[in-house]
């Protein structure tokens, strides 16, 4: 399967503690996004990279999140001291360039307690 | 700010029923317009697409016309089929210098029962 990858699929954390996701976009996909997406919710963007630059960042991208696309390939975002409203599914997609399809992830809930 | 109003769910219909989901927008300039389907358990995929006013976008029996005049795509299929069972989300794109970045419904669930 070449499709866009997301690791873990699940995670659980303790409030305060910090989390790590992975995303490994479709090879050759210059464009990449992340996205959160809560229960009954329809997704919200979060960031935008092209190649290794981040190019955008939602407010809803506090200064407890960062992400990280090194050499352009796969994609990290790390929340610290995580709180209970972090708690949903994140959602990353990659697109090859202008009016391309997305093509997203199969996401990673976050469950914090 | 963009933004996409959609039905609201769950809808539950028959086997062979007509479907129709309403999807409203509001955008700035001219954005592109997308219906994605989430089946149980699998990502977020796309369903049909159209990039300008009156286009009508198509895919495994669904429709959406692009109107401009009313800012609505609406999803129709003229028979559904218990596979159709899904989460359908209506989204739009505008691009800002490169971001293509999906503004989304909140998603209408679809329960089709044979």
């Known amino acids: 399967d070449t499709g866009v990858s997301q690791d873990p699929r699940h995670k659980i954390t303790k409030r305060g503690q910090n989390v790590t996701f992975r995303c490994d976009p479709i090879?050759?996909?210059?464009?990449l996004y992340w996205y959160r997406q809560t229960l009954g919710q329809g997704p919200e963007f979060l960031t935008y990279f092209q190649n290794e630059a981040q190019l955008e960042k939602s407010r809803l991208l506090s200064d407890r999140f960062s992400a990280e696309r090194p050499k352009g390939s796969f994609s990290t975002l790390e929340i610290q001291r995580t709180e209970q409203g972090d708690s949903a599914m994140y959602l990353c997609a990659s697109s090859l360039g202008g009016g391309d399809e997305q093509y997203f992830g199969p996401g990673t809930r976050l469950t914090v307690t | 700010g963009n933004s996409v109003t959609q039905m609201e769910g769950p809808v539950t219909l028959s086997e062979e029923a007509f479907l129709t989901i309403n999807c409203t927008y509001t955008?700035?300039?001219?954005?592109?317009l997308f219906w994605y389907v989430q089946y149980p358990g699998e990502g977020l995929q796309l369903l049909l697409k159209a990039t300008k006013a009156d286009d009508k976008g198509s895919n495994k029996g669904f429709e959406a016309t692009y109107r401009k005049e009313t800012t609505s795509f609406h999803l129709e299929k003229g028979s559904v089929q218990v596979s159709d069972s899904a989460v359908y989300f209506c989204?739009?794109?505008?691009?800002?210098?490169?971001?293509?970045?999906?503004?989304f419904g909140t998603g209408t669930r679809l329960t089709i029962i044979p």
């Open positions: 989204a739009l794109s505008e691009r800002n210098f490169g971001n293509e970045k999906l503004t």
């Open positions: 090879s050759e996909h210059n464009r």
């Open positions: 955008a700035t300039g001219y954005p592109s």
